[in-house]
């Protein structure tokens, strides 16, 4: 560091490579001698996110968990790939039901986002007992929840679906085949979910990996089966889609489950009883971190329910850009949704050893990291919305609807990837009550905006207040992380 005489700005970013160089080095040195000797798994150095060069250690958590992220982005545009091929209606139907497990993910956050962050936070505190104890009941509690949103959603799926008043008798129907199926096997995607955010917790990204990349193959195999019905095959159309991804999300679950009891390593899941009654203390925690995030994922959906519901007047060609073009962006969001979680394990486990300096270095590399990710996603948006168009749309006046969404919408790709990511790290922190009430509230006005610019632009101006919500939320929750930084340093 003397040798290279670092100067201020720009050298703070040189220095701290500088450091990781020195810091990993340091690391190897120490502790290459002593790997074999400690326990592999979450007690030892494998699962031990709170040690070593921050980059490393953040990078090979989060590669395996964004690269799970873009596969769960390809099952959804495998879907509307060959759904696409059935015409508008029929994607216009699968968003509608779309929808449904859309908002039953803001449900299941609340056993995967309380469960995570405690099960880390225990970790770095080195409590084996508890962490234990909050792994088995997050279980449980996904799967209650997962079975109570599929029995409602069978009882009342005719109303669920007549919210959004669609037109087209070909794309209700194909709205209420695909939800029963969808929502009515929900559990299967709920505790898939709550296991991956386990296993993330304890530093194992690889496994959930391995798994959702087995469902992927397993749903592009079964796609273009049921869906088209070649040769001996029966045409099932959208029933087929849904039952495709019904049982990939079950595959991917049964991997993770016989993960935990094949493996010889240490794993807070081992051992745990589904039926057993959950203790107060347990259920209290993970509600306490887990209900915000809940609240703020299911507003997310309900208000974006209200978004298509508007949109749905512009016709089913509207409605089908919409799912399409939510499935696309995915590519930008499921992969800063990915890089969150696993930013969300390492500022929980660091948090809980006291270890604050690593905290804030571990989100500006990941700030970096996304947001540079994000930009390169908005040229893609902004500079080729045709040839990404026609990939999925084959009538002329769906390709331009789809068009103005790109465009229009690419603008906010970078500071909607800077969002996510700031909400993982905030709620390591367990400051998730925090981000739920920022997250309401500015979504809540792309409500009004929209009837505002609607009114003046039409379509666009729904597209319009998306963006512009994306970015003020990039902006002030960026803002908000440094605060509680400097306020907790203080």
């Not at 929808?99 to 080195?126: D, H």
């Amino acid at each position: 560091q003397r040798r290279y005489r670092l100067k201020e700005p720009s050298g703070k970013l040189a220095k701290f490579f500088i450091d990781e160089i020195l810091q990993e080095t340091m690391y190897n040195r120490d502790t290459g001698s002593a790997k074999n000797k400690t326990n592999e798994g979450i007690w030892g150095m494998e699962g031990n996110l709170t040690k070593g060069p921050i980059m490393k250690t953040l990078v090979k958590l989060a590669v395996p968990i964004m690269a799970s992220a873009f596969l769960g982005t390809l099952y959804n545009i495998t879907d509307m790939a060959w759904i696409g091929l059935l015409g508008s209606k029929a994607v216009a139907g699968v968003g509608v039901g779309g929808m449904f497990t859309w908002l039953s993910q803001g449900l299941a956050s609340m056993a995967r986002m309380g469960g995570q962050v405690q099960v880390a936070q225990c970790i770095g505190r080195g409590d084996r007992e508890k962490a234990h104890g909050f792994a088995q009941a997050a279980v449980q509690l996904s799967a209650a929840m997962g079975i109570a949103y599929a029995v409602l959603c069978l009882i009342f799926v005719n109303q669920m679906v007549g919210f959004f008043k669609l037109e087209d008798v070909e794309a209700q129907a194909a709205a209420l085949a695909y939800t029963k199926i969808a929502c009515g096997l929900i559990v299967f995607s709920f505790l898939t979910l709550t296991l991956t955010g386990l296993y993330t917790a304890q530093g194992d990204s690889k496994t959930p990996f391995m798994a959702n990349l087995i469902g992927l193959m397993t749903n592009m195999i079964l796609d273009p089966v049921l869906i088209l019905g070649p040769g001996p095959f029966p045409r099932l159309g959208v029933t087929g889609a849904a039952i495709a991804t019904v049982t990939a999300q079950a595959i991917v679950m049964s991997i993770m489950i016989l993960g935990i009891i094949a493996r010889k390593k240490e794993n807070v899941l081992k051992g745990t009883r589904l039926f057993a009654k959950i203790p107060a203390e347990f259920l209290r925690g993970i509600c306490r971190i887990g209900i915000p995030t809940a609240i703020q994922g299911m507003a997310y959906c309900g208000i974006s329910m209200i978004l298509t519901r508007m949109v749905s007047g512009y016709g089913a060609e509207a409605v089908a850009t919409q799912r399409v073009g939510g499935q696309i962006e995915s590519i930008s969001w499921n992969t800063a949704d990915g890089f969150a979680a696993a930013l969300n394990a390492f500022v929980a486990q660091n948090y809980g050893a006291g270890e604050r300096e690593r905290v804030r270095k571990g989100y500006q590399v990941s700030l970096w990291t996304v947001g540079i990710w994000g930009v390169l996603v908005s040229a893609v948006f902004i500079c080729f919305p045709n040839a990404i168009a026609d990939i999925f749309f084959h009538e002329p006046k769906a390709v331009a609807t789809a068009v103005g969404y790109l465009v229009i919408i690419g603008f906010s790709e970078a500071f909607m990837c800077v969002e996510l990511t700031t909400i993982g790290a905030l709620s390591g922190l367990g400051r998730t009550r925090l981000c739920s009430v920022i997250s309401i509230v500015l979504t809540s006005a792309r409500i009004p905006l929209a009837i505002v610019l609607s009114g003046i632009m039409g379509l666009d101006g729904i597209w319009w207040a998306l963006t512009s919500t994306s970015i003020v939320k990039g902006i002030i929750f960026t803002c908000t992380f440094f605060w509680i930084m400097r306020e907790k340093s203080a």
